[in-house]
Nanobody, 112 residues
Framework: QVTLVESGGGLVQAGGSLRLSCEAS????????MSWHRQAQGKERELVAG???????NYADSVKGRFTISRDNAKNTVYLQMSGLKPDDTAIYYC??????WGRGTQVTVSS
């Protein structure tokens, strides 16, 4: 069993930045792939970004150039640095492992 706890969400104006954190209950060096997903109201959950244990990353086209995923194995934490935020980025953001285990999510709201 792996517990994931997301934090860092909040309310921000368009163009602003936030950094989300996802802390795992186990050493993330043992987790092959971790990812961030989001679900806006009335929409399906979608992949935002992912990172392998080797540091390879992938991003949804809608966030490329604005979001950066990273991992700190020493802190068992994966981050999502978000900049240039848009109202369309408003959603609940979830952390996930490849197993899969999911966190409970953190709300991000971007005002126009």
């Amino acid at each position: 069993q792996v517990t994931l706890v997301e934090s860092g969400g909040g309310l921000v104006q368009a163009g602003g930045s936030l950094r989300l954190s996802c802390e795992a209950s186990i050493s993330i060096s043992t987790i092959n792939y971790m990812s961030w997903h989001r679900q806006a109201q009335g929409k399906e959950r979608e992949l935002v970004a992912g990172i392998t244990d080797g540091g390879y990353t992938n991003y949804a086209d809608s966030v490329k150039g604005r979001f950066t995923i990273s991992r700190d194995n020493a802190k068992n934490t994966v981050y999502l640095q978000m900049s240039g935020l848009k109202p369309d980025d408003t959603a609940i953001y979830y952390c996930k492992t490849h197993h899969p285990y999911w966190g409970r999510g953190t709300q991000v709201t971007v005002s126009s």
